[in-house]
């Protein structure tokens, strides 16, 4: 990147500057004869001084107007010069505004692309809260500085330049006095800002530390809270904010003292003309025309000034702001910009032997982590790494992490620093201990390793294409990356698939290795899809259901479900799902909100409800209160048996206070609709209450035929009714399956309901199919909605479906659980035979499956060689494998 701010807006922008330029220089003669025209309109057209009839209009010659018609065509003109100085404004604005974004848009890019190419040990001096803003807020003044850059001073400069002219050719004395205070102002303004800039400069670097703070709470909230750490950094987040607030006091002292030097040396300006020109009148030797034309000159010479003393200022901190956060994106070990943009001409495979020569790594603060490391691991080999320090420092390197300090490493004969990361990034794989999962679907996040490059165009209508077109038409002037991301980015065959259908298979036998195909299946039995794009699927779960509901009639565990009957109440069900017998979608019928909706309502009216509904929730609310209002508030029976949680159970105990049970029918609006919510939420077989007997089920049922035959038109999209033939799109699949509810208090049921649904989807072909509806699984910032295990089997599974030439395992499996950690291992040297993986294990018994063992210890290899040799005969070994 540019380093000074006027190479870089010069090097992508020249085009444009000089579009603006010439606009803004061709706008003066317009803007001359507008400046002049209030002196003509009133010393001709109303005084009628020198003028003449017929009129000679503007040297274009004799035209038959009388006085009032000559006086409108002067205002015309004037009205038509104003129209024409304002076009050229209004263009001059849109260029300088499309080019100050497009560059902004460019500078924000180049910044982006210098993270993604920072080193590694960047990152542990350099915290996103820094990053963030420095992209994001502070070069955003950046953009519309550069617009303006050259054609501000030039326009405000020119405009100037022609008032004064004006003035010069009214009256140079007057002129003079009009501009006489300017360089006394031009020489203390910057002065006093000067000031202002570095308090700014402080601000900024303040606001950085708060960000940073605040990255640092969000990240470490749980320790904070499991150390009451929180008065601590509300103490250190309140200094740092008093260190803005003090910087922002005094930057608007100044600023209020800039603002009164600017506003009084305006204010002679109108004082010298009313003197000397109210002078020159009295004395014949001015007219007042000329002296109002040069009062009003004078205020438009006022607007250009203001500008040119902004500009200046703000050169100099967008001058600030861009060689500050330059020099930030230029640490040193930056990778150049075609490390990772260039395609190799020919592919490079790596699948040969390692070889690793005096290498030396050294940290952010000298620090050697490795020391005249010299190994060659053959091909194909599975090669174990255990001791101590250095050995995730070298695995890293291996994959190229890390740039030696000393040293290199070859891999199948390519000096792996001279290979780009097109290259290391596809035939490496590493992954950590800690492996970080991104904001997408479970899917987006394992086809990772496979989307490097846009394997398949996106088709488009016209519409969207000439859309398409202006975008890339777009990106190409910004210097932005000329790849579309809504195509398909997916290689299949880098996985080894020709198809979608043989990379989902390809898919699931990573997940299997890394023991997280049963955690995907779960997920997709919970997930939802849409039959009419997923056609053939919804067909299979129908006949899954249909198979399911066959094998209930076994007498063990026919009263294991009770299924959905649109002529019976279900008990196991809630008092809302009767009424609707649908699944409600979008949040539309929401349970809580059903109490205030005007339908629902209705419905309870005509089947004669709603009344019993506030009687029956004043039983709830007081049964609730008198059996939980002694619990505290994180006791289990509030999540087991309540529908009031433990924050509104006061507010229920007042409700119930101002309540008389005699007199429902008067309490507030907003005290029924609370009470009438909580039937809504009761399920019959689980609470017991006494509520809703065997006629009043009935009612329910009416409503249900009521509420759906009544249902408006534009509130039918809202709920998706059960009916046995179809699948229902908004419930997830195990419900589509099961389509009833588990029986409430039968011994084991959901144990024994899982076994006879895990066998009916293995026989109807349903396992694969439903995995990879867990693909669209969202997992939340930073994999937050999957568990530390499950997060880091998926990082696992996402490096070896891209089939690495080597695959390096830093304590990977270090959050699984022994089983889980076993069945890994052990599947993964099966899966590895015939290929590359160096694997950094915490226990050296690990090691026994492995072609190779390395061990280090402080940074340096002190052993290699296979495992029986090592357990024989090194001590060092033989310590680990007895720890």
């Not at 109002?292 to 902004?310: C, D, F, S």
Request: aromatic share 10%.
């Amino acid at each position: 990147m540019e380093k000074n701010l006027y190479k870089f807006i010069i090097k992508h922008s020249l085009r444009q500057q000089v579009i603006i330029t010439l606009l803004s220089v061709a706008s003066f003669i317009p803007y001359y004869y507008y400046l002049s025209m209030p002196k003509t309109i009133i010393n001709e057209g109303i005084a009628g001084k020198g003028v003449h009839y017929p009129v000679d209009l503007f040297g274009l010659g004799v035209v038959d107007l009388g006085k009032v018609d000559y006086l409108m065509v002067l205002c015309l003109g004037f009205l038509f010069l104003v129209l024409v100085q304002q076009a050229f404004k209004y263009a001059i604005n849109v260029f300088q505004g499309i080019a100050g974004e497009r560059m902004l848009r460019r500078l924000r890019y180049d910044l982006y692309c210098h993270v993604l190419r920072f080193p590694l040990p960047t990152f542990r001096k350099t915290s996103q809260g820094e990053i963030i803003p420095m992209i994001i807020a502070e070069v955003e003044p950046v953009g519309g500085f550069i617009g303006e850059s050259f054609a501000l001073p030039i326009f405000q400069g020119g405009m100037l330049l022609v008032i004064f002219g004006f003035l010069l050719i009214q009256n140079p004395v007057m002129a003079l006095a009009a501009v006489a205070l300017y360089p006394i102002q031009f020489y203390i303004v910057p002065k006093l800002q000067r000031r202002v800039r570095a308090l700014g400069k402080e601000r900024i670097k303040n606001q950085r530390r708060l960000s940073d703070r605040i990255g640092e709470t969000v990240t470490g909230v749980v320790e904070l809270h499991t150390h009451d750490g929180s008065n601590r950094m509300l103490a250190d987040f309140s200094k740092k904010l008093g260190v803005s607030y003090w910087i922002r006091v005094e930057i608007f002292q100044r600023k209020f003292v800039i603002k009164f030097v600017n506003n009084f040396i305006q204010q002679l300006g109108p004082f010298f003309f009313y003197t000397i020109g109210g002078y020159f009148v009295i004395k014949g030797q001015m007219d007042v025309g000329t002296v109002i034309a040069a009062v009003n000159a004078h205020k438009e010479m006022a607007a250009p000034w203001k500008e040119l003393l902004n500009h200046y200022q703000t050169r100099e901190d967008v001058k600030q702001k861009y060689e500050q956060v330059v020099s930030q994106f230029e640490p040193q070990g930056l990778k150049p910009a075609t490390d990772i943009l260039e395609e190799p001409a020919e592919p490079v495979s790596l699948a040969g032997p390692v070889v690793t020569s005096n290498l030396a790594l050294s940290d952010d603060q000298g620090v050697t982590v490795l020391d005249n490391v010299a190994v060659t691991l053959p091909w194909p080999a599975r090669v174990a790494v255990v001791g101590g320090s250095g050995r995730e420092e070298f695995l890293q390197t291996l994959a190229r992490l890390h740039e030696p300090t000393r040293g290199k490493v070859s891999i199948n004969g390519r000096v792996l620093a001279d290979l780009p990361e097109t290259v290391t990034g596809r035939q490496l794989a590493y992954v950590g201990a800690s492996a970080h999962i991104f904001n997408a679907t479970l899917g987006d996040n394992l086809f990772l390793g496979l989307r490097q490059r846009p394997v398949h165009e996106k088709q488009r209508d016209d519409e969207a294409k000439r859309l398409y077109a202006r975008e890339m038409t777009e990106l190409q002037a910004s210097g932005n990356i000329l790849y579309d991301v809504d195509a398909d980015w997916t290689d299949y065959r880098r996985a080894g698939a020709e198809s979608p259908e043989q990379l989902t298979q390809r898919a699931i036998k990573a997940l299997q290795v890394a023991a997280f195909d049963d955690d995907v299946y779960q997920l997709g039995m919970r997930g939802t899809i849409n039959p009419k794009q997923q056609f053939r699927l919804a067909e299979q779960v129908l006949e899954a259901r249909r198979a399911f509901r066959s094998r209930l009639a076994d007498s063990d565990i026919a009263d294991l479900v009770e299924g959905w009957d649109p002529g019976r109440y279900n008990s196991n069900a809630t008092v809302a799902e009767n009424l609707m017998f649908g699944t409600a979608r979008d949040g539309a019928y929401d349970v809580d909100n059903l109490a205030r909706d005007p339908h629902i309502l209705k419905v309870l009216d005509e089947v004669g409800l709603r009344d019993r509904f506030v009687q029956i929730g004043y039983d709830v609310a007081s049964t609730m209160v008198e059996l939980f209002a002694d619990l505290p508030p994180d006791h289990e029976f509030f999540q087991q048996f309540s529908f009031i949680s433990s924050e509104d159970l006061p507010e229920y105990k007042d409700m119930l206070a101002r309540a008389r049970p005699d007199a429902l029918g008067q309490l507030r609006e907003e005290d029924r609709v609370r009470l009438m919510s909580l039937p809504f939420k009761l399920i019959l077989a689980r609470h017991r209450l006494g509520h809703f007997d065997e006629a009043e089920r009935e009612q329910i049922l009416k409503a249900r035929k009521i509420f759906a035959d009544t249902l408006p038109p534009e509130r039918r999209a809202s709920i998706a009714f059960f009916d046995p033939e179809t699948f229902n799109a908004s419930a997830s699949i195990v419900d589509n399956i099961l389509f009833g509810r588990v029986a409430y208090g039968q011994a084991q049921a959901q144990e024994k309901i899982g076994r006879v649904m895990a066998d009916v989807i293995e026989h109807g072909g349903l396992r694969e199919p439903i995995i990879a509806v867990g693909f669209q699984f969202e997992v939340g910032i930073a994999g937050a909605r999957l568990g530390a295990a499950q997060r880091q089997k998926l990082a696992i599974a996402r490096a070896l479906l891209k089939q690495p030439d080597w695959l390096m395992l830093s304590e990977s499996t270090a959050s699984l659980d022994p089983r889980s950690h076993a069945a890994v291992l052990r599947q993964m040297l099966e899966q590895r035979q015939g290929a590359g993986l160096v694997w950094s294990l915490q226990r050296a018994a690990d090691a026994a499956g492995f072609d190779m063992v390395l061990v280090f210890e402080e940074g340096h290899l002190v052993a290699q060689g296979n495992y029986a040799e090592l357990a024989e005969h090194n001590a060092r070994f033989k310590h680990l494998l007895a720890g």
